[in-house]
Every structure is written in C-alpha cells, then in structure tokens.
C-alpha cells in the first residue's frame, strides 16, 4: 500500500513532488502517469507497475527550461514553490490536450492545485503566455521516457 | 494518526476472473480498491478498515463502454474522465458526462471511477442524481454468475447497498431511449471544483401535448443515500404545468425529503434548495399554450 508519492519521493529521491494536504485536495503531488494527471498521494504504488511516470524533474530537457517553467519565471507564476511542481504539471497536462487554452480551460485544469501565496491570477497569465513550440509533445515524450529509466 | 502501509495487503491479480474467485474464497475479507479518490484517503488519515485490498486498476473487462443500439454499457471501473470523452455519452447522456466533469478535479476525475462513487455511496455522490433520472440498472458479477437491479434499488441505506459479499460491481447500464426527454441537472455547492453537493436534483421527463407522461427525479443530499424521488413523481405524472400543479408538488417534495444538519448544510437550506431546483426544472418543461 506504499504512496507512489512516497516512492518518488523517498526511494528515488525525486523530491520535485511536493506533499500538501495528502487527500486529493491539494494537488500538490501531481505528476503524469501514462499520460493523465494523478495525485500521487492517491496513487497505491503497485497499481503503477509498467505505467509510464513523469515528475516535474522530466519537464525540463536537456538542460533547458520547459516553455511553462519559463513563463512562470517571466510572469511571477510562483512565490513559495510548494505548488509549482504540481502547477506545471497540471499546466502541462492541459497544453498538451489544449495548446491554446482560454481562461476557462486554464481555471478548469487548474481547479485541483491550490495556491496560498499568488492568489492564482499570475499562475493563470503564465499558463496563458506560455509558447509551445511545433514539436513540444515530442518532447513530452521523451522527457517521460527519462523520468522511466531514471525509475 | 497516519496510514501504515504495513497494516494493508494490497493485491492485483490483473484479470477479472482472478479477483472474483478472491472475494469467492473469503467473502467479505477483500475490499475492491479502483482509482483509490476514497479509499487512499480514508488511509492516508489513519481511518481505512481494509486488511486485504484487491486492485481493479487496469483489468480491461472493467473499464470499457460498449454501445449497442438499446444501450451504453459502462464498466464500473471507467473513470469520469472516459465517461466526459465519450461520444455517445457526451451527447445522449449529457447529465451524466456534466456530472462527471464535476467530480474534484481533473486529477481526481482520471482516477475516480464510476462504480467506486456508487459502491463509496455517499448521500451526495455527484453521478447519482443523472444515473436515477436515466433509469440505470446496476450489473453485479461473481463466481455463481451474473445479476441485475435497478439502481433505484442498489442502495439500500447510509453506506449500504445490494452486492453479496462475494459480488462486485460490473457494469452500470444507460437505456438509450431519452433523445426526447427534456433533461436537467443542477448541483449546489460551494464552489464549483473539489466541492461536494449540498444539494443535487437530476430529472429527465416526456411530455405529450403539455402532459408529463413520464418523469425521473434523483436526488442526492435529501435523503441517507441517492434516492429517487417517487412521491413528487406521482404527483407529477398526467399533469400540466400550471402554478397549482407547482404548488402541489412542493408539498409532497417537502414530506418525502429527509435532508439533514451537517458540516456542509442545514436541513432547512436544503429543503428550500431543493423547492427551488424542482421549480428550475418544471418550469423549463414546455407548457401547453393555453397554460400560463
């Protein structure tokens, strides 16, 4: 019954995850399993056996930011950090079903990841500016393919 | 005080046939655990009385939606968000995929899986009231075979319902036959994510020249467990809209409702809620012309 979150966290020490409320409510602890956004606090560890996991480690790629990290650096997306990780993941998971999201669909994939220090419009503008570019789901891809091997 | 992982044997057996022979051998000894939105919860505080765990994650049987031409059959184990994804349920049965947009969030909805919100049987689940107004019927399966009740009747008080201890929850069945009905579903909470209902009324009903021929109330929240609101139905039934059927029809709603006091609501706001959501829907039903 071990948490995947507490997997990642404490065997893999993938610390990028965050643990807020530890009920679903928070969405701190978000990350992407075979391609949809869970929280990990949620997630018994053996269900995740042969899924694909990505934590915000796998977003950046090749040294390079993630187009979401950047905007939320430019536009004053985080203050604490304690939800960012699980903000950019939400994000993500919305940008690759929704590249252009309006505000509508960026406070409905947001709903989940509470905020204490931003109150929330700056997360949105960031998310809004955010610049895909043509191939970012190929990097998706293979950036949740090196969060696998990294398992 | 926190969950102990330790204290939990969490198995997954991976096919259907495997946990059914599981809860034959022991019934009652095995708590099925899908998406884990309740049952990880009730862990991580400490409070989840499961020994034995047997996953349904990932069991192909479980998770599909089958149409036919009479029917969309869903696996109890599809999630909210393969109901929201599906064509045929996004467009037949709106009330259902706009319920099921309501659940938490979308981290919660790629989890939380139909059967569980059933079988979980809270008063407020959020996909009841649709599941009552489309007339569902709940399949249970196990090693002696398969059976199916109404899910009007699936819940049988606070927290219980109609599987045996060796049964699980297999399918939840949709008649496809409500193209013509006029179909409503409002849910008061206190926001509009991660929120659970105060009070939630779904209803579908066929009128023929003004006249209600048929009508589905569901409730969730004004009683101990979704219930279907049979009273106000009668009262409704051969009717035509007018301000005294209206009327009639808030008195027999007020007798047969049994909300409650609790850390969400009081008993009186829901009993006005409700009042009022009846009248959102009977006055969105067309009215015969000479009626005002």
């Given at each position: 019954?071990?948490?995947l979150?507490?997997?990642?966290?404490?065997?893999?020490?993938?610390?990028?995850?965050?643990?807020?409320?530890?009920?679903?409510?928070?969405?701190?602890?978000?990350?992407r399993m075979n391609g949809e956004l869970v929280?990990?606090?949620l997630v018994p560890v053996l269900q995740v056996e042969g899924a694909e996991i990505?934590?915000?480690?796998?977003?950046?790629?090749?040294?390079?930011?993630?187009?979401?990290?950047?905007?939320?650096?430019?536009?004053?997306?985080?203050?604490?950090?304690?939800?960012?990780?699980?903000?950019?993941?939400?994000?993500?998971?919305?940008?690759?079903?929704?590249?252009?999201?309006?505000?509508?669909?960026?406070?409905?994939?947001?709903?989940?990841?509470?905020?204490?220090?931003?109150?929330?419009?700056?997360?949105?503008?960031?998310?809004?500016?955010?610049?895909?570019?043509?191939?970012?789901?190929?990097?998706?891809?293979?950036?949740t393919?090196?969060?696998r091997?990294?398992? | 005080?926190?969950?102990?992982?330790?204290?939990?044997?969490l198995v997954a057996p991976g096919e259907l046939g495997a946990v059914l022979e599981l809860l034959a051998a022991?019934?009652?000894?095995w708590t099925p655990i899908a998406g884990g939105t309740e049952l990880m919860?009730?862990?991580?505080?400490?409070?989840?009385?499961?020994?034995k765990l047997v996953s349904l994650w990932g069991i192909p049987d479980l998770h599909t939606i089958d149409v036919t031409p009479q029917s969309v059959v869903i696996g109890a184990a599809a999630t909210f968000l393969d109901l929201r994804r599906h064509a045929v349920i996004a467009?037949?049965f709106?009330?259902l995929a706009?319920?099921a947009?309501?659940i938490?969030?979308?981290a919660n909805q790629g989890r939380a899986t139909l059967g569980g919100n059933l079988v979980n049987?809270?008063?407020?689940?959020?996909s009841?009231?649709?599941l009552?107004?489309?007339?569902a019927e709940i399949e249970m399966i196990s090693v002696r075979g398969r059976r199916r009740?109404?899910?009007?009747?699936?819940?049988?008080?606070?927290?219980?319902?109609?599987l045996?201890?060796d049964e699980l929850l297999y399918a939840i069945h949709l008649?496809?036959?409500?193209?013509?009905?006029?179909?409503?579903?409002?849910?008061?909470?206190?926001?509009?994510?991660?929120?659970?209902?105060?009070?939630?009324?779904?209803?579908?009903?066929?009128?023929?020249?003004?006249?209600?021929?048929?009508?589905?109330?569901?409730?969730?929240?004004?009683?101990?467990?979704?219930?279907?609101?049979?009273?106000?139905?009668?009262?409704?039934?051969?009717?035509?809209?007018?301000?005294?059927?209206?009327?009639?029809?808030?008195?027999?709603?007020?007798?047969?409702?049994?909300?409650?006091?609790?850390?969400?609501?009081?008993?009186?706001?829901?009993?006005?809620?409700?009042?009022?959501?009846?009248?959102?829907?009977?006055?969105?039903?067309?009215?015969?012309?000479?009626?005002?």
């Amino acid at each position: 019954m071990k948490r995947l979150l507490d997997v990642l966290r404490e065997d893999l020490q993938l610390t990028g995850t965050k643990e807020g409320c530890g009920e679903g409510e928070c969405g701190s602890c978000s990350v992407r399993m075979n391609g949809e956004l869970v929280n990990s606090c949620l997630v018994p560890v053996l269900q995740v056996e042969g899924a694909e996991i990505q934590t915000v480690e796998g977003l950046a790629l090749n040294g390079e930011l993630h187009p979401l990290q950047k905007a939320f650096l430019q536009h004053g997306g985080a203050q604490c950090g304690i939800c960012t990780p699980g903000m950019l993941m939400a994000s993500a998971q919305l940008l690759e079903h929704c590249p252009h999201p309006d505000m509508s669909q960026i406070r409905e994939a947001l709903a989940g990841n509470l905020c204490r220090c931003t109150g929330f419009m700056r997360i949105f503008e960031s998310v809004a500016a955010t610049n895909l570019p043509e191939s970012a789901e190929h990097s998706a891809e293979s950036s949740t393919e090196r969060t696998r091997h990294a398992r | 005080m926190r969950g102990n992982a330790a204290m939990h044997d969490l198995v997954a057996p991976g096919e259907l046939g495997a946990v059914l022979e599981l809860l034959a051998a022991e019934p009652g000894a095995w708590t099925p655990i899908a998406g884990g939105t309740e049952l990880m919860v009730a862990f991580a505080a400490g409070r989840l009385a499961a020994p034995k765990l047997v996953s349904l994650w990932g069991i192909p049987d479980l998770h599909t939606i089958d149409v036919t031409p009479q029917s969309v059959v869903i696996g109890a184990a599809a999630t909210f968000l393969d109901l929201r994804r599906h064509a045929v349920i996004a467009t037949e049965f709106l009330l259902l995929a706009k319920a099921a947009s309501w659940i938490g969030s979308i981290a919660n909805q790629g989890r939380a899986t139909l059967g569980g919100n059933l079988v979980n049987g809270s008063p407020a689940a959020d996909s009841s009231p649709a599941l009552l107004a489309y007339d569902a019927e709940i399949e249970m399966i196990s090693v002696r075979g398969r059976r199916r009740v109404p899910y009007s009747a699936f819940h049988t008080g606070y927290k219980r319902n109609a599987l045996l201890p060796d049964e699980l929850l297999y399918a939840i069945h949709l008649p496809r036959r409500f193209a013509h009905h006029v179909q409503y579903l409002r849910k008061v909470g206190t926001r509009r994510a991660m929120a659970i209902a105060k009070v939630a009324l779904g209803a579908t009903a066929l009128l023929e020249k003004g006249v209600i021929r048929e009508i589905r109330l569901g409730a969730a929240s004004l009683a101990p467990y979704p219930t279907r609101l049979l009273q106000t139905e009668s009262a409704l039934i051969g009717q035509v809209i007018t301000r005294g059927t209206i009327e009639s029809a808030h008195r027999v709603l007020l007798a047969e409702v049994k909300p409650i006091d609790d850390i969400r609501s009081t008993a009186q706001y829901r009993r006005r809620v409700a009042v009022n959501l009846l009248d959102e829907f009977l006055l969105s039903l067309p009215q015969e012309e000479t009626q005002t």
